[in-house]
């Protein structure tokens, strides 16, 4: 079994930074991408942003500038940090991976179980 735990979340002020942890563990042959979404009250989940395996970091728009994704592949972990962070981050932020648990066996997506910012003074 694979799980996604997901760290760092809390409350901030306006202006403030947090930093988000996901360390991916269990049955893990390989991990192609891994990823941040976030939910607010009464909306979809959205990308935040997405790291491939071999390739660029993309960033919602409204991110971009103030957010930074980053892997450490090692230990099986991505972060985001998350700079002058505005009453309109706040949401249940989630962990996101495609993972090939052993050999042989497709690839899937997990999530993590989330974890909320609050951006407020």
């Known amino acids: 079994q694979v799980q996604l735990v997901e760290s760092g979340g809390g409350l901030v002020q306006p202006g403030g930074s947090l930093r988000l942890s996901c360390g991916a563990s269990?049955?893990?042959?390989?991990?192609?991408?891994m990823g941040w979404y976030r939910q607010a009250p009464g909306k979809e989940r959205e990308l935040v942003a997405v790291m491939p395996s071999g390739g660029s970091a993309n960033y919602a728009d409204s991110v971009k500038g103030r957010f930074t994704i980053s892997r450490d592949n090692a230990k099986n972990t991505v972060y985001l940090q998350m700079n002058s962070l505005k009453p309109e981050n706040t949401a249940v932020y989630y962990c996101n991976a495609n993972i090939r648990p052993i050999y042989g066996i497709p690839y899937f997506d997990y999530w993590g179980q989330g974890t909320q910012v609050t951006v407020s003074s």
């Open positions: 269990g049955s893990i042959f390989s991990i192609n991408a």
